[in-house]
């Protein structure tokens, strides 16, 4: 999107060069990588980088106010409610589309927020590799405050670390090496010392629980939480020994009630010129005269799972408990990134940690030129897929 550096981009882009930073993307830790790398990064011009940093303060403050709290409570279902919740989630991510607005100027568009983990040390691998490969120049950053990749990392280990030491803090997951994101699990181990684990290896003493750390049964006081809900309540097969709901003597990051609390349910609290108009469909008296023009979300669901992109009557009416979905109007993705035949959509999700405030620290992008970001409308299409985003400091 800043045109000089798109064109100077595609004009050094080769398959060879391509080819070379996807092999060693999979080869330096020997995980092949389980989703699509995108030939190339994006570049946000200033005036977008602007209205993203204003986005996310409007979100962000809002999430902050006293009014979200007590609107947020109604999320959380109470039989999965899990003890000792902090005073607010420690990960947060928000999905902004890049869109234009009446006038043609660019502008990001809400289209998910997550009090939830994601992808934060493999996107420093990917900006370390792409540098290798491609000429990303020095005035070049995906970190934001001020952070370079030593700094970044440092307080990304904080907030996931803290005081303990690192044998003592787990990253859980559900057989993390079968993930998707296990490139993530362990980038996550080498950059900070924390090992995935599977919530079927842990054991439990009272309050405390345990893991078999190279053969020394060890006391674990912190969990990174990467297990989706929606994905454990689906696993009627794993056998663990604790649950999340019991009085457990841990410390969260992030706490699963903000899983609930900061998620889709809380769009429709949000109004600003970034969200796109969304409302729960029970509250709905009467169906908007242009449900093409919306999106259907069930709440709960990850990576896309339930969203019905064609809206009709019908298919609103015949859903039973319509407190659990919102209706959204859809977000008019610009095809704006230049790549050798069609042009790509892009989504940029800005990840934060939240200590005593949000603070942005890195940021991630997914290229389409389908319907949708996913990969089955992304089928046999090039540059598109997994990717990061650069601006001019």
Known sequence: MIKELRQKYNSEFTEEKYNAFVKDLDTVYNKKIDFRIAETPIFLPKHLLNELLNASKEITDALQTKEFKEYSKNALPKQLAVPNEDEHASLLAIDFAICKDENRNFIPQLIELQGFASLYCYQELLNSTMRKHFDIGDNLNSHFNG??????????????????????????????????????????????????????????????????????????????????????????????????????????????????????????????????????????????????????????????????????????????????????????????????????????????????????????????????MGVDFNKDKTWVGSSIAYYEK
């Open 147 to 372: 952070l370079n990749r030593e700094t970044y990392l440092a307080k990304f280990k904080e907030t996931i670390v803290g005081d303990s030491d690192p044998e003592n803090v787990i990253l859980l997951e559900i057989e993390p090496e079968k993930q998707k994101t296990a490139i993530d699990f362990i980038c996550t181990e080498k950059y900070i010392g924390v090992k995935p684990v599977c919530l079927t290896k842990i054991t439990k003493e009272g309050k405390k629980l345990f893991y078999d750390n190279n053969g020394k049964k060890t006391p674990i006081d912190r969990i990174y939480n990467r297990v989706i809900y929606d994905e454990l309540s689906k696993r009627k097969d794993l056998n663990y020994n604790f649950r999340f709901t019991e009085e457990l003597d841990v410390k969260w990051i992030a706490h699963p009630n903000w899983f609930f609390k900061i998620s889709k349910y809380s769009m429709p609290f949000l109004k600003n010129k970034y969200v796109p108009p969304t409302e729960f469909l029970s509250d709905i008296k009467e169906y908007p005269s242009d449900l093409e023009n919306y999106v259907l979300k069930p709440l709960y669901s990850f990576a896309g799972a339930g969203v019905v992109f064609d809206v009709k009557k019908e298919t609103l009416d015949a859903i039973e408990d319509k407190s659990n979905y919102i209706l959204q109007r859809k977000a008019n993705y610009e095809a704006s990134i230049l790549t050798p035949d069609t042009p790509a959509k892009a989504e940029i999700r800005l990840l934060f940690v939240w200590d005593d405030k949000p603070m942005l620290i890195n940021n991630l992008v997914r290229l389409s030129k389908g319907k949708m």
